[in-house]
Antibody, heavy 117, light 114 residues
Framework: QVQLQQWGAGLLKPSETLSLTCAVS????????WSWIRQPPGKGLEWIGE???????NYNPSLKSRLTISVDTSRNQFSLTLSSVTAADTAVYYC???????????WGQGTLVAVSS | DIVMTQSPDFLSVSLGERASIKCKSS????????????LAWYQQKPGQPPKLLLY???TRESGVPDRFSGSGSGTDFTLTISSLQAEDVAVYYC??????????FGQGTKLEIK
């Protein structure tokens, strides 16, 4: 079955750029939407944005000015870049899959990203 | 933005008893062309990613025990656990996928054993 494996730097300083990558294995990369979702420590879930295999994106307006989500179909991977991070960006970041107009049925294991000077 | 509001924030229920969590959306999640409610429920245990329990408000994901059920339509939804088991201790979230430009989640309900 489809699995998501994610990785990236876990400790950043304010103003640095957050970069995470999620690899898709065990199934088709096309036909689905691939999202990033984050969860600050002890808090709820916030959707960050999504991309499909063709590179079409939707972003959370609150993050759009700092956000880039890209796709590498040759490697079945998609990536998140968030610039100018602050302590407010400290969170566990998850990658997740959704079929078009459907719920998030598969999730990555999560990556804790801490922003601290 | 579609705002999702869950109640209660915390719920304490005895083993074997029924647990109910409510979710209210700021606008209808019912898509008239297919009569489907674009509402999902997730379960999250400590240190784990959320797990999809129900979609289309009431359809169980494969492998989810039938003690979990969902009901409601439009703006008001309920997740019910018919007979609480110890392994059901978790935080539960509702989520709307009606608006693909901005998916939103409820704030979460923490369920514990009384």
């Amino acid at each position: 079955q489809v699995q998501l494996q994610q990785w990236g730097a876990g400790l950043l300083k304010p103003s640095e750029t957050l970069s995470l990558t999620c690899a898709v294995s065990g199934g088709s990369f096309g036909g689905s939407y691939w999202s990033w979702i984050r969860q600050p420590p002890g808090k709820g879930l916030e959707w960050i944005g999504e991309i499909n295999h063709a590179g079409s994106t939707n972003y959370n307006p609150s993050l759009k000015s700092r956000l880039t989500i890209s796709v590498d179909t040759s490697r079945n991977q998609f990536s998140l870049t968030l610039s100018s991070v602050t302590a407010a960006d400290t969170a566990v970041y998850y990658c997740a899959r959704a079929q078009p107009f459907d719920a998030f049925d598969i999730w990555g294991q999560g990556t804790l990203v801490a922003v601290s000077s | 933005d579609i705002v999702m509001t869950q109640s209660p924030d915390f719920l304490s229920v005895s083993l074997g008893e029924r647990a109910s969590i409510k979710c209210k959306s700021s606008q209808s999640l019912l898509y008239s062309s297919n009569n489907k409610n674009y509402l999902a429920w997730y379960q999250q245990k400590p240190g784990q990613p959320p797990k999809l329990l129900l979609y289309w408000a009431s359809t169980r994901e494969s492998g989810v025990p039938d003690r979990f059920s969902g009901s409601g339509s439009g703006t008001d939804f309920t997740l019910t656990i018919s007979s609480l088991q110890a392994e059901d201790v978790a935080v539960y979230y509702c989520q709307q996928y009606y608006s693909p430009l901005l998916y939103t989640f409820g704030q979460g309900t923490k369920l514990e054993i009384k």
